[in-house]
């Protein structure tokens, strides 16, 4: 898609939007941005170097929610924005083809509101994946679903022209399926953002709100946990296979917005049988034994962000047991989580090594 083109479905997505917030019953509360990036995608890996032939353009409408401190975490976080954003990718590039994607996101504002963290996550549907027949050099999507990632930093004028704004800056987007099914090199995009906003003025009775912070629980806690999923082998046709993991580990709230913890997980992915099990028969030279076992101890540490019931854990952690070398003895998670309560809580992380994803997880647990 030319570039003029992809401005004038900004444009008329923008006008289209505007007047549907200005209608809102509670006005003041909501927002409304379209962004154009133009990116280049970057080599993360060798194997990626074929398709790095064009610059990207990405589309993103962004309907926000702002936060005026009714609760304790917004005044913490200098009352943030919650939405969704409507991503359009264009790799110009018809082995990739373009995405389509819907994403949960939080705007994070500093510098007297002058500066804005974008985080966003969801998911995306690719036009065009790997096919051993009709497209074998897509090696970055082996699916048609995929899991998105954006990351952008903006400066944003809001009132420029009445209640309509600028934004410019830098935003960093990743599409992978999570090793979900080979091939799943994913890609990496860092893109150059312009936006127009919607920011209707914020009226009196919306003014933000600055009471009393509530009483945290410092105490050290013990978690278990259980997730699993399904992922495959980087080599081809070995199919997709489940996996679990048992976690468990302790925790310590810092303050009402975040946590460390520290703990240790056993693997057991079952696509790593099937690995051990080809590498040995098809590479006799590697010396592999085809019984070699192909479960994982892991010890980690871990901070976690708490956003009212949703914490967003990132964690490090290297491998104590491990018998078989598959990437690195380092793995990395980031993700989200959900607390029903003080106790039971759900999760949705990617577990990766580096710039590649082995899983994406799905679990829940407990807090003792």
Same mark, same amino acid.
């Given at each position: 898609?030319?570039?003029?083109?992809?401005?004038?479905?900004?444009?008329?997505?923008?006008?289209?939007?505007?007047?549907?917030?200005?209608?809102? %019953? &509670?006005?003041?509360?909501?927002?409304?941005? $379209?962004?154009?990036?133009?990116?280049?995608?970057?080599?993360?890996?060798?194997?990626?170097?074929?398709?790095?032939? +064009?610059?990207?353009? $990405?589309?993103?409408?962004?309907?926000?929610? %702002?936060?005026?401190?009714?609760?304790? @975490? =917004?005044? #913490?976080?200098?009352?943030?924005? @919650?939405?969704? #954003?409507?991503?359009? !990718?264009?790799? *110009?590039?018809?082995?990739?083809?373009?995405?389509?994607?819907?994403?949960?996101?939080?705007?994070?504002?500093?510098?007297?509101?002058? $500066? *804005?963290?974008?985080?966003?996550?969801?998911?995306?549907?690719?036009?065009?994946?790997?096919?051993?027949? !009709?497209?074998?050099?897509?090696?970055?999507?082996? #699916?048609?679903?995929?899991?998105?990632?954006?990351?952008?930093?903006?400066?944003?004028?809001?009132?420029?022209?009445?209640?309509?704004?600028?934004?410019?800056?830098?935003?960093?987007?990743?599409?992978?399926?999570?090793?979900?099914?080979?091939?799943?090199?994913? !890609?990496?995009?860092?893109?150059?953002?312009?936006?127009?906003?919607?920011?209707?003025?914020? =009226?009196?009775?919306? #003014?933000?709100?600055?009471?009393? =912070?509530?009483?945290?629980?410092?105490?050290?806690?013990?978690?278990?946990?259980?997730?699993?999923?399904?992922?495959?082998?980087?080599?081809?046709?070995?199919?997709?296979?489940?996996?679990?993991?048992?976690?468990?580990?302790?925790? %310590?709230?810092?303050?009402?917005?975040?946590?460390?913890?520290?703990?240790?997980?056993?693997?057991?992915?079952?696509?790593?049988?099937?690995?051990?099990? &080809?590498? +040995?028969?098809?590479?006799?030279?590697?010396?592999?034994?085809?019984?070699?076992?192909?479960?994982?101890?892991?010890?980690?540490?871990?901070?976690?962000?708490?956003?009212?019931?949703?914490?967003?854990?990132? =964690?490090?952690?290297?491998?104590?047991? &491990?018998?078989?070398?598959?990437?690195? *003895?380092?793995?990395?998670? $980031?993700?989200?989580?959900?607390?029903?309560?003080?106790? @039971?809580?759900? !999760?949705?992380?990617? %577990? +990766?090594? +580096?710039?590649?994803?082995?899983?994406?997880?799905?679990?829940?647990?407990? *807090?003792?």
């Amino acid at each position: 898609m030319k570039k003029e083109a992809m401005m004038k479905w900004m444009l008329i997505l923008f006008f289209l939007a505007t007047p549907l917030v200005g209608q809102e %019953k &509670y006005p003041g509360k909501y927002s409304f941005d $379209v962004s154009y990036g133009y990116g280049t995608i970057l080599r993360h890996n060798k194997n990626i170097a074929h398709l790095v032939i +064009a610059h990207p353009q $990405v589309i993103t409408l962004g309907v926000n929610r %702002k936060t005026f401190g009714e609760k304790p @975490w =917004q005044q #913490s976080f200098n009352y943030p924005d @919650w939405g969704l #954003s409507f991503q359009f !990718t264009d790799f *110009r590039n018809e082995v990739l083809g373009k995405n389509f994607g819907i994403l949960a996101h939080y705007n994070f504002y500093f510098l007297n509101r002058n $500066v *804005r963290l974008h985080l966003a996550q969801g998911i995306s549907y690719n036009t065009h994946p790997f096919d051993l027949e !009709t497209n074998p050099k897509n090696n970055a999507f082996g #699916s048609l679903l995929l899991s998105s990632t954006a990351l952008g930093l903006y400066y944003d004028l809001p009132y420029l022209l009445d209640d309509f704004g600028l934004l410019f800056g830098i935003s960093l987007y990743h599409h992978s399926n999570g090793s979900i099914k080979a091939p799943n090199t994913g !890609t990496n995009i860092l893109s150059f953002e312009m936006a127009l906003s919607y920011n209707k003025s914020v =009226q009196q009775e919306n #003014s933000f709100n600055s009471g009393e =912070q509530e009483e945290v629980d410092r105490s050290v806690h013990w978690n278990v946990a259980v997730s699993g999923g399904f992922n495959s082998s980087d080599y081809l046709n070995l199919g997709t296979h489940p996996f679990a993991v048992v976690s468990g580990y302790a925790d %310590k709230r810092l303050g009402s917005i975040s946590a460390v913890q520290l703990g240790a997980e056993i693997f057991f992915s079952e696509f790593l049988r099937e690995e051990i099990r &080809y590498v +040995a028969a098809a590479f006799p030279k590697r010396g592999i034994d085809p019984d070699t076992d192909w479960k994982r101890v892991g010890i980690f540490a871990g901070h976690e962000f708490r956003i009212g019931d949703i914490g967003l854990p990132t =964690q490090i952690g290297y491998y104590i047991y &491990y018998p078989y070398t598959y990437e690195s *003895r380092v793995y990395l998670r $980031v993700g989200g989580k959900y607390y029903f309560n003080h106790r @039971w809580f759900t !999760t949705l992380t990617i %577990k +990766a090594h +580096a710039a590649n994803a082995e899983a994406i997880e799905f679990g829940a647990g407990i *807090r003792l």
